[in-house]
């Protein structure tokens, strides 16, 4: 029997969008980066990170953040390891790298990239809400100097660049014109809107998004990539990252099992099979289990028995109705 006569998909009934207009949507893996900055995970060994990598590719996930340089020279060390395994392994994961908007912490960016012949995409990034001005005792002109002076700083040592504010999504609307126009008049090629605090709900992603690509990104008559990053504290991690999507988002963030900073981010597992089901994308996902299972060892964190996808029960039942249901579909 065909698939449509064994269920009826009220996914299917009455769609607000049509999930066949996405012609292209790219996935960023942040696991090595903000994965490793949750507060109880530890900090892998370079090898087992490398392996992450792989199977990263292997997944076909289109970018990676490999790491925040400016944080020291062991920092420095493993962007440079996980750079030099995507070139001699030749892998076709794209590589990305955090700074903040200064020129010491892009510098070690550039010099990784020239020294391993990878281009490297900096991730430049800036608070950029109310609470963040008055913790940092900023103000908007001072913001404005520092995105000046890391983006053409990137720009002119050969550096793509993808602008970053942090706490996109309790931000105010002139500023966030202000930041990222600037960005982009300068030679910023993406723009990533974030949301640092798990504040968001999906109405408030599509309003964000759409904003930024009707007062930003088409009068700069510029082909820029519009970025999300989502974090879970109130459980919208998925629902928010389909409505980036939605909205015009052209690539998504997530991490291995959700890790990251506080209650983490997107989970890239369940990312992917949601693009899977959807129609967007058509990977071989079989290694999903794999690269879950490689994070939550190296990270030391445990693999939850009910998460969805890779969970030990996520295909079992206690009960025989349900088992059979799912026998069946």
């Known amino acids: 029997m065909q698939e449509s006569e064994l ?6 009934s009455s769609p607000t969008f049509d999930w066949t207009s996405v012609t292209s949507v790219h996935v960023n893996d942040e696991t090595l980066r903000d994965g490793l900055q949750n507060p ?3 900090d892998p060994p370079i090898s087992d990170k490398i392996r992450l990598l792989h199977l990263m590719d292997d997944l076909g996930v289109y970018s990676a953040n490999i790491g925040l340089p400016g944080a020291g020279p062991r920092a420095v060390d493993t962007v440079t390891a996980l750079a030099t395994e995507i ?3 030749g892998l076709s994961i794209q590589a990305n790298a955090a700074a903040r908007t200064t020129v ?8 990784v990239s020239q020294s391993v ?5 900096v991730c430049a990034f800036i608070g950029s809400s109310p609470i963040r001005k008055y913790a940092e005792d900023w103000t908007l002109d001072q913001m404005l100097g520092k995105v000046e002076e890391a983006v053409n700083f990137a720009v002119t040592e050969g550096l793509s660049v993808m602008m970053v504010t942090e706490d996109t999504t309790r931000a105010k609307p002139e500023d966030l014109k202000r930041l990222y126009s600037r960005a982009i008049e300068l030679g910023a090629e993406r723009i990533c809107l974030s949301d640092t605090v798990g504040h ?3 109405d408030g992603v599509r309003a964000l998004v759409r904003f930024m690509i009707e007062e930003v990104v088409e009068p700069s008559g510029r082909e820029i990539g519009v970025d999300w990053h989502g974090h879970r504290d109130r459980g919208f991690a998925i629902a928010n990252a389909l409505a980036a999507i939605e909205a015009g988002a052209t690539r998504i963030h997530a991490t291995a099992l959700g890790l990251g900073e506080r209650c983490g981010n997107t989970e890239m597992e369940l990312l992917l099979v949601n693009l899977e089901l959807l129609g967007v994308t058509n990977a071989d996902l079989s290694i999903l289990p794999e690269y879950c299972r490689l994070a939550a060892n190296m990270c030391h964190v445990p693999l939850i028995h009910s998460s969805p996808v890779v969970g030990r029960d996520a295909f079992r039942t206690w009960h025989w109705r349900p088992c059979s249901s799912n026998h069946e579909s």
């Not at 269920?7 to 299917?12: A, L, P, T, V």
């Not at 010491?104 to 010099?111: L, Q, Y």
């Not at 012949?117 to 995409?121: A, E, H, N, W």
């Open 104 to 111: 010491t912490d892009i510098r070690p960016i550039a010099e």
């Open 87 to 89: 070139v001699n392994a």
């Open 7 to 12: 269920i009826h998909d009220w996914n299917r």
């Open 200 to 202: 968001a709900t999906p």
């Open 40 to 42: 109880s995970v530890v």
């Open 117 to 121: 012949g990878l281009p490297i995409q």
